[in-house]
């Protein structure tokens, strides 16, 4: 009988706060305060409860282990507030959320002391309409960002966390990003994107919305609905950054090429995103590692680039030149060293990797991170209202990159050898 009133007082908890959408939870093991949640080892999460532990054993008191903590939330924004530290110990924490989007960096604090870090994370489902769904590929069901949860990673040297509110906000300015294997958020090591390290570098005005996903070419991302699930959420003032080509220069056939379903399709995007009163802004598509013998990049996109910024002119439209920017990126680490900045790693690095890793498309967290910067850079230049809200950057130049052996990542819990689809 004892455990069926805890499990009744735990069903009534979850509905309360359900009601104003407003989630506290006190991780520091004592007496929660009034309005909280106090969370214990037992917490895993379960559909009925509607929070708790998730993905990974439950850590132990003290562990430096990576942990996971899931909420389930509608679809929107949600204002996410962490203390980070711990009364008894010393602690340095990495907060990454659903597919592995980057907030918080390895915080530091000292025992009895705690920092505060907010930021905005969008969650989403492929709902679109009663009737309607986004079409998404067989691999994405197991995806993070597609489930009906917002799900928070714990992670970094010693991980310590005291207290997280969540909360629904309609505030922020939202960047919905729009592109292929580059740029989607990627769940599992050693793989990396941009668009899920950018979140790090905004202040909690802006929400990142990373609709992104491998594979995908300017057309087949609108016929799969993923634009149309965008629209759902957008609002004036918001941003949709698109950057293809990889995928689409892949396609053969009649009114298949950069100037014809190509250039249609980018003109949807910009229709679409401005008939809601958001700014659409063009990223030219990352250079691929494909040195010639005189040690300099070899394009490979075609005339894709170019189709992107003549209608980028004609429409009055940003462009953020990856396709240069990655291009200087790449030669200026040289064709060894920039192996370090892609999927490059020798047999048996991951569980399960028995043979030599070797993808000049698809990034790892380190280049990731460079890209990040290079987008950045474009938003500064460019001179976007959005430039106002970055923090913890002054200005990056491809010609001089952060030193890879310097960049320090924390490893999540999983990984996958295949490699993304698009390759």
Excluded at 30 to 53: F, H, L, N, P
Excluded at 185 to 211: C, H, L
Excluded at 212 to 222: K, Y
Excluded at 363 to 391: E, H, M, S, T
Aim: aromatic share 12%; net charge neutral; with cysteine.
């Amino acid at each position: 009988m004892r455990i069926t009133i805890l499990s009744i007082l735990m069903c009534v908890s979850s509905l309360v706060y359900a009601t104003d959408g407003v989630y506290k939870f006190d991780f520091t093991g004592g007496k929660a305060r009034k309005g909280y949640i106090a969370v214990t080892s037992e917490m895993t999460y379960t559909d009925e409860r509607g929070y708790g532990y998730d993905l990974q054993p439950t850590p132990e008191a003290g562990s430096n282990a990576p942990f996971f903590f899931s909420v389930q939330v509608p679809d929107g924004n949600y204002k996410v507030t962490v203390k980070l530290g711990s009364g008894r110990e010393s602690g340095e924490t990495t907060v990454r959320g659903e597919s592995r989007r980057l907030f918080v960096e390895r915080c530091k604090t000292e025992t009895g002391k705690y920092v505060k870090c907010t930021f905005n994370v969008n969650k989403r489902t492929t709902r679109i309409s009663d009737t309607e769904r986004v079409r998404i590929k067989p691999r994405e069901r197991n995806k993070l960002n597609w489930d009906d949860k917002l799900t928070l990673e714990f992670n970094g040297p010693r991980p310590r966390v005291a207290e997280v509110i969540i909360e629904p906000t309609n505030k922020p300015i939202t960047v919905f990003l729009c592109g292929n294997s580059t740029v989607v958020d990627q769940d599992n090591e050693p793989w990396g994107s941009w668009g899920q390290m950018i979140p790090r570098f905004f202040t909690d005005k802006v929400a990142v919305a990373n609709y992104a996903e491998s594979g995908e070419s300017a057309n087949t991302f609108l016929a799969a609905r993923r634009l149309d699930k965008a629209l759902t959420q957008m609002k004036a003032g918001d941003y949709v950054f698109v950057e293809f080509g990889h995928n689409d220069q892949k396609q053969k056939g009649k009114g298949k090429g950069p100037w014809t379903s190509f250039y249609d399709s980018l003109k949807q995007y910009i229709v679409k995103a401005r008939e809601k009163g958001a700014t659409v802004v063009f990223v030219t598509p990352t250079q691929r590692r494909s040195f010639g013998d005189d040690g300099k990049i070899k394009d490979t996109h075609g005339e894709y680039p170019m189709a992107m910024r003549r209608l980028a002119e004609e429409e009055g439209v940003p462009v953020i030149d990856l396709n240069e920017m990655t291009r200087c990126l790449y030669e200026t680490l040289g064709v060894e060293r920039s192996k370090l900045a892609f999927a490059h790693y020798p047999a048996n690095t991951f569980p399960g990797q028995t043979v030599a890793l070797e993808d000049n498309t698809h990034f790892n967290p380190y280049g990731a991170y460079q890209i990040a910067k290079c987008v950045l850079q474009g938003i500064k230049d460019n001179k976007l209202g959005l430039a106002k809200y970055i923090k913890d950057f002054k200005s990056y130049n491809p010609a001089y990159p952060d030193v890879p052996e310097a960049f320090d990542w924390d490893l999540s819990p999983f990984t996958e050898i295949e490699k993304p689809d698009g390759n």
